[in-house]
């Protein structure tokens, strides 16, 4: 994400089956991950100031959630809690500062933002990750915090850096209580996803230093050096979460977005040929390790650089990242909060982020991007968003599938109809009986073809829509009047395994 402050620049598809892969933007993948950071975090995308109504909040998250489906976009990274506040009802922690506009008050009775973006974002068939920061507590020297918030009420939980309050990530207290937070909402929402970005210990600030000399003098757990140490306590909460939500939830997928370098060269044999800041050594981050021990679903590095980029080039490090997944999958985090900045020339270049998903395609082990964030879509970046509706992202994709976690194909939907109405094609169904892992269905893909079109599953441009929800009937009110049309439905289950299809059923309008 964007460093504090908040504007300032940084210092700076599971592998697709084979019918599925593709590497040109003409035929785009049938899967791929296409996700969008909303953060909320001072109002950077929504709401787009606090004290808003409810109507105007769902209004404004309405507007931004087709916005992304029109480009093509299947996640949504909502960050659901900025420092240590909450943007969902069923919390332990105070409403967030940035709904209302004083921390601690809740919106109108009977509205759960969270519960709300879940319910859009799967009609529209995105996924929504639930995105949290672990360890940050307050944004500025001078916050107003609520007397339930953790900084008043274990205040020996915190060290200041650069004014700002986070969670000391060396007492196990503290990776106790954040592991429970965020279960809270593994367990309360139909999150599809548990994301965290690259906040872990503090960025360096000149003349600033950890104060956490008295944790790691309590708790070393033998380690000599407090580098490694702090090391080891990140890798504890990564480790502890990963078990955590998937002994909850086994479909619920974990996933880190971690600074774009985890080691130069110089500094490791085994890190990239670059010469940027290094998450292993500066942010206490060891990211390779967390994908190479499985502890992380995906693995979503921020690399906001060009092509052109001397210390860290785009390609340089996608390539090295697609070197080191170690069979999870890999989504790309995007800058499209760059293009057009004046700082690189590289970023006037129209074709920059286009180029950078082609390149992306060209890979088989790399499943798609990630793009901060969700307002640069309707600013700065509205031509990459044309770029995306109308050649990259032009047909739907389907998110890549997780076989680690689950690779039990659902049963095809039953009794699939169709009848011609006034309003449009009329199709039915019945959800499919349950498959040996005891699901049924959790959104469904609808396929329509021309009259004399090859019938199949494979070509994403016969999409019709996608829902992640149990509907059981759809109005195709596109289809033209005097026109034949055959339709295919097929089941997905939560991890978006793909049923086979049943029909085809023909119907002239």
Same mark, same amino acid.
């Given at each position: ?17 084979? !019918? ?65 506040? !909450? ?68 205040? +020996? ?43 872990? $210990?503090? $960025? ?77 050594? +500066? ?20 690399? $906001? ?20 997944? =170690?069979?999870?999958?890999? $989504? ?39 793009? =901060? ?42 009794? =699939? ?33 021309? +009259? ?45 395994? +793909? ?11």
């Amino acid at each position: 994400m964007l460093k504090t402050g908040i504007y300032g620049l940084l210092l700076c598809l599971i592998i697709p089956s084979a !019918s599925f892969a593709q590497n040109t933007s003409k035929i785009a993948p049938k899967r791929e991950f296409r996700g969008v950071w909303v953060a909320t975090v001072s109002n950077i995308d929504w709401p787009s100031k606090p004290g808003l109504s409810v109507d105007q909040q769902k209004q404004e998250l309405i507007g931004l959630l087709e916005r992304h489906k029109a480009n093509g976009m299947n996640a949504i990274m909502l960050q659901v809690r900025p420092a240590a506040d !909450s943007f969902y009802a069923k919390s332990r922690e105070p409403w967030s500062q940035w709904l209302m506009g004083k921390q601690g008050v809740a919106p109108a009775p009977g509205y759960d933002p969270l519960e709300f973006a879940i319910k859009e974002a799967h009609y529209r068939g995105m996924e929504l990750h639930a995105w949290f920061n672990p360890y940050r507590a307050t944004m500025s020297a001078n916050a107003i915090t609520h007397p339930n918030h953790m900084t008043k009420q274990r205040p +020996e939980w915190f060290f200041t850096y650069a004014g700002k309050k986070q969670f000391d990530p060396g007492i196990p207290e503290v990776r106790d209580y954040i592991v429970q937070v965020i279960l809270d909402v593994v367990k309360g929402y139909d999150v599809d996803g548990i994301h965290f970005d690259d906040y872990f $210990y503090p $960025y360096k600030v000149e003349g600033q230093r950890i104060n956490d000399a008295a944790t790691f003098n309590k708790y070393s757990d033998g380690f000599a050096d407090i580098n490694d140490w702090r090391r080891n306590n990140v890798n504890l909460l990564i480790k502890k979460l990963d078990d955590s939500i998937h002994f909850y939830k086994s479909y619920v997928k974990f996933g880190v977005s971690p600074f774009g370098i985890w080691r130069n060269k110089s500094e490791d044999t085994l890190g990239s040929a670059t010469n940027g800041l290094s998450n292993y050594a +500066e942010l206490f981050a060891d990211s390779r390790k967390w994908v190479q021990e499985g502890w992380v679903d995906y693995i979503n590095p921020q690399i $906001y650089f060009s092509f052109s980029r001397r210390v860290a080039p785009f390609g340089t490090l996608v390539d090295w990242w697609s070197n080191n997944t =170690f069979g999870r999958h890999l $989504y790309i985090g995007q800058a499209a909060y760059l293009v057009n900045q004046r700082s690189e020339a590289a970023w006037s270049i129209p074709s920059q982020i286009p180029d950078q998903v082609r390149y992306i395609r060209n890979n088989n082990r790399v499943q798609g991007s990630v793009y =901060f964030s969700s307002k640069s879509f309707s600013t700065i970046a509205r031509a990459v968003g044309d770029s995306l509706k109308n050649d990259l992202y032009k047909y739907p994709a389907l998110p890549p599938q997780m076989p680690w976690l689950d690779d039990v194909v659902p049963n095809a939907p039953q009794q =699939f109809s169709a009848e011609a109405m006034a309003d449009g094609v009329h199709l039915k169904w019945i959800k499919p009986i349950k498959a040996s892992d005891g699901e049924t269905a959790s959104g469904y893909v609808l396929y329509r073809f021309e +009259e004399g079109e090859g019938i199949g599953i494979l070509n994403p441009k016969n999409i019709l829509r996608i829902s992640f929800e149990e509907f059981t009937s759809y109005i195709d009110t596109n289809a033209e009047i005097g026109k034949r049309y055959n339709y295919l439905i097929t089941a997905l289950d939560r991890l978006k395994n +793909e049923s086979e299809p049943s029909g085809p059923v023909g119907i002239q309008r």
